[in-house]
């Protein structure tokens, strides 16, 4: 994600950072700044080292964004479900966890220059001028739950892991042997001839009788086995159909409002300035205490010493605060500020902070528009949960021994609906498809005794009641209903031995000296004739091409023959001419390239082994 925000060329969205993420976290508010939220508790550990809640989530969230960037609507909404997701993010974050580990111990490092420098450079904290925009970097970094240093720590991960990825992957090398023995393989050159037997040719001479047909049927009556069905009637209650039928007068949202209004207690916003030393560092501490009590300027003391790269350039301003965003013992200290003032040494899982509070304002009633929309969609809201709870238990009460939903939906001011016939793997329509739906409609109570369901509770505010219309046991299908499908099998079945046959019957004769040209003729068939064609020609069919280039090398002047089923079900013979070395052909002006290319696979390659070494080396906790 990291070098998403930081490098647009890399692809993918490098407005992750300002897009999703802002909305997925927003909701965490700026308390993520000192990873007070219990969240960030450690979920898994990695040789010791800890991967918290909160990572997985951020990480979930940007791979989410990714698949939805790259396959947009056409994703299944499974595919983006967090228990999706969370064991493949999980990998990741371990493996990267590894990654980092073992760059530390190979002695790599990322100095703070490179990081700020990374960081000032990257266009999203930018302003159109291209200069630095501390407040935007700030906000940026809280609302995807990031403090400045833990944004610099992924960012010093990030730079250690691409340093050890080159140091594996660019100092792999193939000797001149290996690329040698690349080139004669992959570039070489092959003549054949080949025809093609084409597998409707054959199939036209195939016929299937009745008697077969019948003769299929009875030895196979598992094949055309209809599993048992059931067909419910079903009443379905769901509180968001409820909504558009639930009127709410303006007098209603006034006097809500108005209630709100009264009960509402208006906390103070605090502006407050910090000074944060992450290191604790006690002599760094002391020195900034003295000048405190000098009354040097705080803005200068928090630009010249503050590890908050975020806040530091604005003097260290935070911004507001309702008492809610940052630890407790940070916020209890400048509630015990007056304007002005600067507490003393504060501490908090970031570090240590000199905390200022610039500013104070009380927090203004919402004006009655504003809020409108709001009192009015939760009044229907409210209206709804209470019809609902109403209407639950009079289906209940209802459909207890009731002949028919019918007058049990008509009582109820609801329409009765019917599934249609439906296996136990569930029917077409999205309700049938629900698990607790299906075992009530073939459970015993239902299917059996006839009776109504118990009202089943497909979600908080959902319901449904069934009963059964119509069931038909398991039973073979009648002849009638699977006869073509089984004289397509026969047919089918047929075509393939015919095929094989014949195949065989070519190759016979072409051991016995008859020439391809002369089996074409005899069979209205076509010989083709390739020269010196590479392994990815697009003139020669995909099949015929990597059959030709698996067939031995044929000895001095004699073809070596073979036979292969394509992909369409045709069958093709191919008469192996000649192979050319790839050296023959290769120009020796890109064997530089060459050898490239193959030390960069190769060091991938090493690169895969280190990650499995690592991997299987590792004590993980989950």
Avoid at 63 to 88: A, C, M, N, W
Avoid at 161 to 180: H, K, N, R, W, Y
Avoid at 499 to 508: D, P
Avoid at 579 to 599: N, R, T, W, Y
């Amino acid at each position: 994600m990291l070098q998403n925000i930081r490098d647009n060329s890399k692809g993918v969205v490098s407005g992750i950072l300002i897009g999703l993420l802002v909305v997925i976290f927003a909701l965490t508010g700026a308390e993520t700044l000192f990873n007070s939220d219990p969240n960030a508790r450690s979920v898994i550990k990695v040789n010791g080292e800890a991967i918290s809640e909160m990572e997985i989530s951020r990480a979930t969230a940007t791979q989410k964004q990714q698949i939805v960037d790259r396959y947009g609507d056409s994703v299944p909404p499974e595919f983006l479900s967090d228990e999706y997701l969370r064991t493949p993010v999980v990998e990741n974050l371990i493996q990267r966890a590894l990654l980092v580990q073992k760059a530390k111990e190979s002695g790599l490092t990322a100095s703070d220059s490179v990081i700020n420098e990374q960081i000032v450079r990257t266009p999203q904290f930018q302003q159109e001028s291209g200069a630095f925009d501390p407040i935007r970097y700030q906000s940026l970094l809280r609302n995807v739950g990031y403090t400045p240093s833990t944004y610099k720590k992924a960012l010093v991960e990030d730079v250690l892991i691409s340093q050890l990825t080159s140091g594996v992957v660019d100092t792999s090398f193939s000797t001149p042997a290996e690329i040698d023995k690349v080139i004669a393989l992959n570039f070489q050159t092959r003549s054949f001839d080949y025809l093609v037997l084409p597998s409707e040719k054959v199939r036209e001479e195939v016929t299937v009788s009745d008697a077969e047909v019948l003769q299929y049927y009875e030895s196979k009556p598992q094949e055309f086995t209809v599993p048992e069905e059931v067909a419910v009637d079903y009443i379905d209650l769901n509180l968001d159909n409820m909504l558009d039928n639930i009127d709410i007068s303006e007098d209603e949202i006034r006097k809500q409002y108005e209630q709100n209004r009264a009960a509402f207690v208006a906390a103070p916003e605090r502006q407050v300035a910090h000074i944060l030393i992450e290191d604790n560092d006690a002599a760094v501490i002391e020195e900034i205490t003295g000048k405190l009590a000098a009354d040097e300027d705080f803005a200068d003391l928090a630009r010249q010493y503050s590890d908050d790269l975020g806040s530091k350039e604005e003097g260290g301003d935070l911004g507001f605060t309702t008492g809610d965003t940052f630890p407790e013992n940070f916020e209890t200290a400048l509630a015990a500020l007056a304007v002005g003032e600067v507490s003393a040494p504060v501490v908090t899982d970031a570090g240590t902070h000199f905390i200022k509070k610039l500013s104070e304002r009380g927090v203004e009633v919402p004006d009655f528009e504003s809020e409108r929309d709001r009192i009015a969609a939760q009044l229907k809201r409210d209206q709804a949960e209470h019809e609902f709870v109403g209407l639950v238990e009079r289906l209940r009460d209802l459909s207890f021994n009731a002949e028919s939903l019918a007058d049990v939906a008509a009582e109820l001011g609801v329409t009765v609906q019917n599934t249609g016939l439906i296996p136990r793997t569930g029917g077409d329509n999205e309700i049938s498809r629900e698990s607790q739906f299906v075992a009530a409609a073939f459970s015993v109570d239902v299917l059996e005794h006839e009776n109504s369901s118990e009202v089943i509770e497909l979600a908080p505010t959902r319901a449904a009641v069934l009963k059964k219309t119509d069931y038909k046991a398991s039973h073979v299908s009648p002849l009638e209903d699977v006869s073509d499908r089984i004289t397509a099998t026969l047919k089918e079945e047929k075509v393939r031995e015919l095929m094989t046959a014949k195949a065989a019957a070519f190759k016979q004769e072409i051991a016995a000296g008859k020439s391809l040209e002369a089996i074409a003729a005899d069979n209205s068939l076509e010989v083709k004739t390739v020269e010196d064609t590479g392994r990815n020609s697009p003139d020669v069919e995909r099949d015929v091409l990597f059959h030709a280039f698996s067939i031995a090398k044929p000895a001095a002047s004699q073809p070596v023959i073979d036979g292969v089923v394509l992909g369409s079900g045709d069958y093709a013979i191919v008469s192996l001419k000649s192979v050319a070395s790839g050296a023959d052909q290769f120009p020796a002006e890109q064997k530089s390239i060459l050898a490239a290319q193959l030390a960069s696979i190769s060091g991938q390659n090493e690169f895969r082994n280190l990650q499995n070494l690592l991997q299987a080396n590792a004590k993980i906790k989950q």
